[in-house]
């Protein structure tokens, strides 16, 4: 029987791997690199929808949160700093192979990240090889959770939403997609996940053990 889930839609940072550049890593980098927590903070907070819609570049967002004023370290120090806060995680990852191997399912990206953290986390994930289109919010210049960003993934995968399945870490980025009529799964493990796209009439390759 064909998979009732023609069209899967997967944020990244807590779902697929570690968050970008959360709040913990901005605090760690504070301390490491000796800098006015809350005024970066301050900074960040100003800066962030920009950033991450696609209007600054990660050279532009850095000048204009961190190398304000001085510094005994360069761009290039912080932002490998940045890079290394990604990680994977391997077992969400194998589920949405599984799901990919299957062959009944378009597999989307849809997640609020800049263009430069974006690209190195897609290749860094593998998920150039698991994934057919990319939607991040600097590409489509809308973060969720606005209602628009729902409404621009359908238009540009051509998707209908009562036959996609959009998965996300944050209950608050699945609201409007519910209200579209997509199935919806609120991630907390990979076990979960797996159980969770079968219910909701997804086809997984599963692989032996």
Excluded at 58 to 79: A, S
Excluded at 131 to 151: E, H, M, N, Q
Excluded at 178 to 197: C, P, V, W
Aim: contains cysteine; proline residues 3%; glycine residues 6%.
């Amino acid at each position: 029987m064909a998979s009732k889930i023609r069209t899967a839609f997967f944020d990244i940072g807590g779902v697929l791997g570690t968050n970008g550049w959360d709040r913990e890593h901005r605090k760690e980098a504070s301390r490491i690199f000796g800098m006015d927590h809350a005024q970066y903070t301050r900074l960040h907070d100003e800066n962030v929808p920009a950033f991450e819609e696609g209007l600054l570049t990660l050279d532009q967002y850095l000048d204009r949160t961190v190398f304000v004023r001085p510094r005994n370290f360069t761009p290039d120090d912080f932002k490998r700093f940045m890079y290394t806060r990604s990680e994977p995680f391997p077992e969400s990852l194998a589920v949405v192979r599984e799901l990919k191997q299957s062959g009944q399912t378009h597999m989307c990206i849809a997640s609020n990240e800049s263009d430069e953290l974006s690209r190195y986390r897609d290749r860094l994930f593998g998920l150039t090889e698991i994934f057919d289109t990319f939607l991040a919010s600097c590409w489509i210049g809308v973060r969720k959770p606005a209602a628009i960003f729902y409404d621009r993934i359908l238009a540009i995968t051509e998707a209908r939403a009562e036959a996609s399945v959009f998965v996300d870490d944050h209950e608050e980025n699945l609201v409007a997609a519910q209200a579209l009529g997509f199935a919806t799964i609120h991630f907390q493990s990979a076990e979960q996940l797996r159980r969770d796209l079968v219910a909701a009439g997804a086809e997984l390759n599963i692989q032996p053990g």
